[in-house]
C-alpha cells in the first residue's frame, strides 16, 4: 500500500459505533484497483502495520463513517494529539472536498454522484440487483474512492485558499461534529428558556420596527374542503 491508501468498510447496522459489526474492509493502494478481505484480527493487525506507516488516507464520509467505526474496534491512526510537531497522516474525505468545491451543486454529494462525474466507470453502486458478490462491490468502493480523491485534491491544490480551509478548518470541525455526535451535549433547561425569553423578546423589538404590513399577524379563514370519496359523515353516511 506503501504511504497512501483508501479504506471502505462493509458493516452490520448499528449505532453507536461501539454497536458496529464491521464484516469486510476493502482497500486500495492504486486508482482503480482494490482488494477486500474478510474482518478477522489477522486483518485488524496488518491493517494496524500498513496505517503506522500510513502518510495519506482517503475516503468517502470516513471522517464520519469509517474513521470512527474503526476507531471503536481497537485500530489506532497516526494522529499527532501527543506531539503536535509530529507529521501527521492526511485525510483527503471526498464528500468533504466535493462540497467544499461544489457547494452550490444541486445533487448529492454521494459516492454514486462523484463516480458519475469524476469517472467512465459503470454504475456499481446498485449491486444488490446483479450477480456480484458483495466483496466485488466493497473493492470497487475503496478503488473508486482513491481516483476520485486525487482528482478532487488536484482541484483543491489548485485554489490555495480552498486547500488551507479545507485542512484547518472544515476537515477539524468534521471531526469535532462527529465526536459530538457520538458523545452528545449536556443541555441545560433552565438557560435555554432563558435564553428563549430574551430571543422572544428581541424578536418582538425588531419586529416592532417594521412596517406594518411587513409584520407578523394572524389570521382566521374558513373554507369549505370536498371530504375525500368514500369518507362517512358522523351519522354513516
Known sequence: LGGEMNMNLGRAAG?????????LLA????PYHGVCYRWTPLVQTQLQRALDSCTELYGHNCVAFDLPILEAQGVRFPWNYDDPLRPEMEVWDTMLMHHLLWPTFTGMHSLSVLGRRYTTQRAWKQWRSTDDPEELYAARDASFTLAIGEKLR?????????LHLYKYCQLPLARMCNYMSQAGLLRD??????????TLAKMERFEAQLPPELRTRH??????????????TKAGK
Open 27 to 30: 482497500v486500495s493502494g492504486v
Open 219 to 232: 389570521e382566521a379563514h374558513s373554507r369549505r374542503t370536498p371530504a375525500p370519496p368514500g369518507a362517512l
Open 189 to 198: 433547561p433552565a438557560r435555554l428558556k432563558i435564553v428563549r425569553e430574551r
Open 154 to 162: 488536484a482541484e483543491l491544490v489548485r485554489e490555495p485558499k480552498l
Open 15 to 23: 449505532f453507536p459505533v461501539e454497536d458496529i459489526q464491521v464484516r
